[in-house]
T-cell receptor
């Protein structure tokens, strides 16, 4: 079955540590997105990529980094510069950006990151 | 910053009633509007999309769009306890390559 796989489901980070969240899709989608959700809040856009080897900052990119070396993969690194990383992280994909406009987002099941 | 505003709720309705959820947005050039349902601890799932002014019906759900007033709403008829969830309004964002901009969501509670 096609879909988006996020791993791990739960992740614990120590102060000053970088961690990487995995997002893999087998839907042959061009566009991929990372969102962050805090309790009682909506989704805020961190980064998005419309095509391989290209990505753009979203509204809250500071303290995060991404890469898009393969169409299937869009990993997110939460760096030590992100001072309040505890949140629920969601990865999504769409056939292309315009298909995203048509509501064709497929979401992964999310990664819950906690600072310990 | 393009904004999407929703009343956080909770909105409580009795089983079988109509639930009405509202959303306003600030980006006048937005072209696409969506409603997602999110259960606690889960990822959002798309329930309705709408692109032109007027009403769009799909089963028990009706989405309404008024671009002049920058307003979009979702009606849920014959509400069921299983409809209890957070409903997120999402709008295409012209500043972010048309990635979706989400509201904070309205919590809906349907009581038996």
């Amino acid at each position: 079955d096609g879909g988006i796989t996020q791993s791990p489901k739960y992740l614990f980070r120590k102060e000053g540590q970088n961690v990487t969240l995995s997002c893999e899709q087998n839907l042959n989608h061009d566009a991929m997105y990372w969102y962050r959700q805090d309790p009682g809040q909506g989704l805020r856009l961190i980064y998005y990529s419309q095509i391989v080897n290209d990505f753009q900052k979203g509204d809250i990119a500071e303290g995060y980094s991404v890469s898009r070396e393969k169409k299937e993969s869009f990993p997110l690194t939460v760096t030590s510069a992100q001072k309040n990383p505890t949140a629920f992280y969601l990865c999504a994909s769409s056939m292309n950006v315009w298909d995203g406009i048509q509501g064709g987002y497929t979401f992964g099941s999310g990664t819950r990151l906690t600072v310990v | 910053q393009k904004e999407v505003e929703q009343n956080s709720g909770p909105l409580s309705v009795p089983e079988g009633a109509i639930a009405s959820l509202n959303c306003t947005y600030s980006d006048r050039v937005s072209q696409s509007f969506f409603w997602y349902r999110q259960y606690s601890g889960k990822s959002p799932e798309l329930i309705m999309s709408i692109y032109s002014n007027g009403d769009k019906e799909d089963g028990r759900f009706t989405a309404q769009l008024n671009k002049a007033s920058q307003y979009v709403s979702l009606l849920i008829r014959d509400s069921q306890p299983s409809d209890s969830a957070t409903y997120l309004c999402a709008v295409s964002n012209s500043n972010s390559g048309y990635a979706l901009n989400f509201g904070k969501g309205t919590s809906l509670l349907v009581t038996p």
